[in-house]
């Protein structure tokens, strides 16, 4: 089977037109023709049926296409990963991160830029929660991740970068607003705004709670940080949170929590048994280097 042939045969199908298939290709409609009858004397199957003055993929077609498509991009990934061995230099690194790495994912790879500016390596970023982006990873749509209290997969190399330090966040409008401290045991006294369970910090915070033996007084749900900073504002409850710069800290006080385990562990991950680009294997490296200063 002919690669070339194949590439033939996809823009055929796109265009369903010979005469600007083979325009778009560069070559003559006859060569188009021979191209396509010797994939279909090879198959034994039509791949294309008349429609009118056009033509248009048979059954047979369409479901090869599929195939064909799939098996041209893995071929074009081939080539890239290549590509990159052969030039260390260059390379790009599909970056995916969580929320506890909004902050930190920018610092680090700009960082990494300005001390290695011989290095023309690009940056493709992704952020989700922590279960979607080891999805995501674990389906090779990213290369790396830094992601928080992620669960223990066995198909995932993780290791750990830092801990979070999580706060109890209230109004400044909050009679708590008057203390710096809350201990573990008055958490359960108000209301708390928190994170659907899919979110890996609401697990973390849930976690949290069992091992301390309290039940939290839950009052609403919400999707992401900063509608709950929003409700926090207006006093409608406390959240726990991870302090972070994007917070309103004229409107949001952050109370510590008299406990050692109110943290939220940050790991960077890759796949198990799965190929890195130079490139990636170079800002993993340096992501590992950076969190050990």
Same mark, same amino acid.
């Given at each position: ?65 599929r195939y064909v ?54 940056f493709y970023f ?42 109890? !966040?209230?109004?400044?409008? /909050?009679? &708590?607003? %008057? $203390?710096? @401290? *809350?201990?573990?045991? #008055?958490?359960? =006294? ?15 915070i849930d976690t ?30 406390? !959240?726990?949170?991870?302090? /972070?710069? &994007?917070? %309103? $800290?004229? @409107? *949001?006080?952050?109370? #510590?929590?008299? =406990? ?34």
């Amino acid at each position: 089977m002919n690669l070339r042939h194949l590439e033939f045969f996809v823009e055929l199908a796109h265009t369903e037109h010979m005469a600007k298939a083979a325009e778009n290709l560069g070559i003559t409609q006859p060569s188009l023709s021979y191209a396509i009858s010797s994939i279909e004397k090879e198959l034994g199957v039509p791949l294309f049926e008349k429609d009118g003055r056009n033509i248009k993929l048979s059954k047979y077609g369409e479901i090869y296409l599929r195939y064909v498509k799939a098996g041209l991009a893995d071929f074009s990934k081939g080539n890239t990963y290549i590509s990159e061995l052969v030039d260390t230099n260059s390379g790009t690194v599909r970056f995916g991160f969580s929320s506890a790495a909004r902050e930190v994912a920018p610092v680090i790879v700009n960082n990494f830029k300005h001390e290695n500016p011989e290095q023309h390596i690009s940056f493709y970023f992704e952020q989700d929660i922590t279960s979607i982006i080891i999805k995501k990873l674990l389906d090779e749509k990213v290369d790396l991740a830094i992601v928080a209290n992620p669960d223990d997969l066995e198909a995932v190399n993780l290791t750990h970068l830092f801990d979070q330090q999580l706060y109890l !966040a209230v109004s400044v409008n /909050s009679p &708590l607003a %008057n $203390q710096d @401290k *809350i201990s573990v045991n #008055d958490l359960a =006294s108000y209301p708390l705004i928190t994170y659907p369970h899919v979110n890996c910090l609401r697990q973390n915070i849930d976690t949290f709670f069992e091992r301390a033996g309290i039940e939290p007084n839950i009052s609403m749900v919400l999707a992401d940080t900063a509608p709950i900073m929003n409700f926090v504002n207006s006093d409608f409850g406390v !959240a726990i949170v991870p302090k /972070s710069e &994007l917070i %309103n $800290q004229h @409107k *949001i006080k952050f109370l #510590d929590i008299d =406990s050692d385990a109110a943290i939220n562990p940050v790991y960077v991950a890759t796949k198990k048994d799965h190929f890195l680009s130079p490139a990636t294997k170079r800002i993993l490296a340096y992501i590992k280097e950076y969190y050990k200063k």
